[in-house]
């Protein structure tokens, strides 16, 4: 069983005191625990479970301006009382820091939602196993899938965040996550591919049919690529490659980024970045949000933020410690972003595809081509060939590059936003990028 | 070395009767302990910006019939805890049996000491040296804008227990010193990292100062991404540098040899043993012994002596990488290439240090033999898509080849090659072997482990160039 809030409480509040006692004057901890179950399946058969039961706390103190932390997963009482004797020293000889301290005590979550964000449902390894037999006997009807893996993780979580300004708070949290890997094999190629789906209730996830039928039919369509010659191209991503973009305009727009100076979005308040018709909206609390928060990892209250208003760049995710570097007010996104999306465009996916003659549509892309500092994106990339609105064959070895400064400029949004992760996209078009082939 | 059971109600005959009781009708498995001691400290923005310590307690308990794993950990080393652990893994495999549970052979060698890096140092030393880093790039140069300095360090034992009592014990040090810096010039930034590290103390790599080497290093990266112009777009000849670059055999080569994919034949290669898969003159080893170094390991996470596994030599595939489940299912021994990032993985086989053997050209010669094409110096990540052999990898410094000579430096571009075949575009290999500086980590399947990697200069006829200059 996961450990109940008056347990992480307990040592919670053992831990403020001691850091206390030993003349911290401030201290925070995060104590959580995490069960989670997963069974695998490869080729129709039983392949692997797995059980995890994991414990974590983590406690910083502070001694006016220095600060140290430590982390443990080993909560017995002798073992804490060593890690903090060992934090506060290392305090106290750690240079200050007038940046360090805990949130403004205004900003303090105090009105905690229920987000519905906990399903106590629990699903016996032997029903997983059902759902995965259904998934896998689906995914392999076709005789070009030749391997299919597939798993079932349920996972349930509690935490408790307190500090010794007398903020202690804390709430459940579960999820269910299904997914199936196909490769497919024809006298060509053999490629893989894969669907899954993840939510916070069981009743809310994919049927097994569906999720393995959608990963036999993308892989069995990439047999036979080809590679395409370099060109100046209009690309599309497909919306679980255009949500990665959002992965990165969230990373160059933390407060961390801002204040070091290590950002291409540096500066950038109040200017244009985007093509006017694009929207980016921050949403905490999203019921059922695969993101939702009540408050962020330093106990400060979360709204709805919205980061980019036609094109243009209103706020960055601030912290606290960043915020009083930039002379910023923590927006509750110490932990990065919660919700985030792209509003839907105007643009059904249909007439996206037929917008120009000749596309490239992106279905997944590899390496970690990003570079926040300058905005320049090269990543290698694997898609299909689209003339006139029409799939014509599937591409790859190939690379695209650009610079995000200017592919920001030119993004076109479809009107076909779901809400599938923490971070949504619609499916999304970019003119004039290059692709590196023959 | 650590005594798992000081604490807890738990005795090393509990631990025995409760390992061989349920692992009595499978084909193998184990109980892993492990505490994990670690730090890192870091230097950012001119200031102290963390220090932490973090322990980690806690056991894995699996068990193997056939080519089904169950697995069971916890962060509570007691009776009860392992006794949870033992009945999970007894409902997975409840209607399957196995007799295997081939012994492990055992080594005398070590390689490395068991210290533990973090009390080797104090902490106002690190805070000097990292201090020093700081103030000697940003006065050396007024274009530098920002500086990162850090260091982490870690001490990890464990203790494998085996069905019978069996038990085998490692300590594991590990450390790294990594320095990054941002130049800003004319409103252009570029950055320049650079890390040491390997498994040994922090002073023997800071010996006569050398950490001012690794702030060169870093500075030197970055003033020559200053001056980088757009990369060429699509195929030519490239020459990679010796080194780290050998992260493309890691890559294109290195994952595709080891033995689960090939097992359920999801890996390029798995039809391909024996055969060509390179040209003349390439061999590559995989190689858990030399000493100290990021990548090596005196026992694998079963527990198993690790060794250097030949993988292609002369062009010719010898050997895939494997750890015990894998060689047993297809019917060879384990290569001592099993490892788990920490307690809370199942033990996958892995690199070790993967390294590509000098031949007898010179870079110079590589050089002069290319028209047009880019020379490849230092590379960030890689990644690669096993099923198809696709595998890319940024540049981090690389420069133009115009007519047989090095031209003007070229901004981050990533390649991307095809690694079934493009050690075929080997043409030549040069006889400038040498190691990566201690750095690297790999993923797989959500854990990291770390690795080394080494190559001579080599030159690769065509591959393609990412860039937007068409």
Known sequence: ?438 | MSNFFEKSDLTRKDVDEIVSETLKNCDDGEIYFENSKSESILLDDNKIKSSNYNSDLGFGFRAISNDVVAYSHSNEISKDALKNSAENLKSTLKSIKGTYNHEIPKTNNKFYDDINPIEQKTLDAKLEVLNKVNNYLRKKDSTVKQVTASFSGEQKSIEIIRSGGEALTDVRPLIRFNVSVMLEKNGRKETGVYGIGGRQSYDDYLKNDNWKNVCEEALRIASVNLDSKPAPAGEMKVVLGPGWPAILIHEAIGHGLEGDFNRKKTSAFHDLMGQKVASEGVTIVDDGTIDKRRGSLTIDDEGTPTERTVLIENGILKNFMQDRLNARLMNTRSTGSGRRENYKHIVLPRMRNTMMLSGNQTQDEMIKSVDKGIFAVSFGGGQVDITSGKFVFNCTEAYEINNGKIGSPIKGATLIGDGPSILKEVSMVGNDMMMDPGIGTCGKAGQGVPVGVAQPSILIDKMTVGGTKL
Do not use: W
Request: aromatic letters at 8%; a neutral charge; proline letters at 2%.
């Open chain 1, 1 to 438: 069983m996961i450990k109940d809030q008056e347990y992480l409480k307990s040592k919670a509040s053992y831990c403020l005191d001691l850091a206390k006692k030993l003349g911290a004057t401030d201290a925070s901890v995060t104590v959580g625990n995490s069960i989670s179950e997963t069974v695998s399946f490869r080729n129709k058969v039983l392949d692997e479970s797995n059980r995890s039961d994991s414990l974590a706390i983590s406690i910083e103190t502070y001694i006016d301006k220095k600060k140290s932390s430590i982390s443990s997963s080993n909560l017995l009482t002798d073992n804490l009382k060593t890690l903090i004797e060992k934090c506060f020293e290392t305090t106290k000889i750690t240079p200050e820091d007038e940046f360090n301290s805990l949130p403004d005590k205004e900003l303090l979550a105090k009105n905690i939602k229920d987000l519905n964000l906990y399903d106590q449902s629990h699903l016996e390894n032997d029903k997983k196993i059902d759902y995965l037999k259904e998934l896998e006997e689906t995914a392999s009807i076709d005789n070009k899938i030749v391997n299919t893996e597939s798993g079932f993780t349920e996972n349930k979580s509690n935490f408790i965040l307190a500090n010794s300004d007398g903020f202690c708070n804390g709430y459940k949290s579960s999820s269910f996550t299904a997914s199936c890997v196909t490769v497919a094999k024809n006298e060509n190629s053999m490629e893989r591919d894969y669907e899954f789906t993840s939510k916070c209730h069981l009743s809310d996830i994919s049927n097994p049919l569906e999720l393995g039928k959608v990963a036999a039919e993308q892989t069995i369509k990439k047999l036979s690529p080809k590679k395409i010659g370099s060109d100046k191209i209009s690309i599309i991503f497909d919306k679980r490659i255009s949500k990665g973009f959002l992965s990165s305009f969230a990373g160059a727009i933390s407060a961390s980024s801002i204040a070091r100076g290590t950002s291409f979005l540096k500066d950038k308040v109040n200017q244009q970045i985007f093509s006017n018709s694009v929207n980016i909206t921050d949403k905490p609390d999203l019921i059922k949000g695969m993101g939702s928060k009540c408050f962020d990892s330093e106990g400060v209250k979360t709204e709805t933020l919205n980061l980019v208003k036609s094109g243009i760049l209103n706020d960055y995710l601030v912290d606290t410690y960043n915020g009083k570097k930039l002379n910023l007010k923590s927006n509750g996104r110490s932990g990065g972003s919660t919700n985030l999306y792209f509003e839907n465009g105007k643009i059904s996916y249909r007439d996206l595809l037929k917008s120009h003659s000749k596309i490239l549509y992106v279905t997944e892309t590899i390496g970690h081509g990003t570079n926040l500092v300058t905005g320049d994106y090269s990543v290698g990339a694997t898609g299909f060939l689209v003339e006139d609105g029409e799939f014509k064959y599937p591409v790859n070895e190939i690379t695209i590059a650009g610079n995000f400064n200017e592919m920001f400029k030119k993004i076109t949004l479809a009107n076909d936003l779901e809400f599938k992760y923490s971070v949504n996209s619609p499916t999304m078009m970019i003119d004039g990028m290059t692709v590196a082939g023959k």
